[in-house]
């Protein structure tokens, strides 16, 4: 699994897409699912995906999981160019 392989799944290039714009949020599955109208089982396997290829970060806590934007700049820079920013 890589990231031009994850992101040709419209479920994973739209979450890509929300945190690379919105690089200073931290959300629930529920939220994403929300933000980008999506089942939220659906997003919750595609948050862990990204979460393994380490372009989102998990927050766990007991009740729930945060995810946010990974904050390595190569990373970044990489979606930005995929995304054509």
Request: charged share 25%; glycine share 8%; hydrophobic share 40%.
């Amino acid at each position: 699994m890589d990231l031009n392989s994850v992101l040709k799944s419209d479920i994973h290039l739209n979450i890509v897409k929300f945190f690379h714009e919105n690089q200073a949020s931290i959300d629930t599955p529920r939220g994403i699912a929300t933000w980008i109208n999506e089942d939220r089982g659906k997003v919750k396997n595609a948050l862990e995906d990204l979460v393994r290829l380490k372009v989102l970060i998990a927050h766990r806590a007991t009740s729930t999981t945060g995810y946010g934007y990974t904050r390595d700049a190569r990373i970044i820079s990489k979606i930005g160019k995929i995304l054509g920013n």
